[in-house]
């Protein structure tokens, strides 16, 4: 499955949850069979541990906060040049494809 956004590229959230809209960040996983993305800072989720006492070491509990997946719709690409967010087209050349703003034409890589 191709997908336009991958690893490491600066995303806007434009819908889902109220307080996660309008939220930027980078993509730290691309799950491509759901299609789903992981960003930094969006979409909290808490899950509690108990603690565990397993040989010699002791597990301690408490609330463990992470990043949840979004769906790959939600989120819009930001243009390093001209910093907003972007539909993003292929171009091809003889180097191969490389990813292009709409907005500003520029070479995303």
């Known amino acids: 499955?191709?997908?336009?956004?991958?690893?490491?590229?600066?995303?806007?959230?434009?819908?889902?949850?109220?307080?996660?809209?309008?939220?930027r960040g980078e993509v730290i996983n691309v799950l491509l069979d759901?299609?789903?993305v992981v960003v930094t800072g969006v979409n909290i989720r808490t899950k509690h541990k108990k603690q565990v006492q397993a040989g010699n070491r002791q597990m301690n509990p408490g609330k463990i906060q992470f990043e949840g997946p979004v769906d790959i719709s939600n989120v819009m690409l930001v243009c390093p040049k001209c910093g907003e967010p972007t539909r993003v087209g292929v171009q091809r050349d003889?180097?191969?494809?490389?990813?292009?703003?709409?907005?500003?034409?520029?070479?995303?890589d």
């Open 34 to 36: 759901d299609r789903r």
């Open 1 to 23: 499955m191709k997908v336009k956004i991958r690893k490491g590229d600066t995303v806007e959230v434009i819908s889902g949850r109220l307080e996660d809209k309008g939220k």
């Open 94 to 108: 003889t180097e191969g494809a490389h990813r292009v703003c709409k907005n500003c034409e520029a070479t995303i």
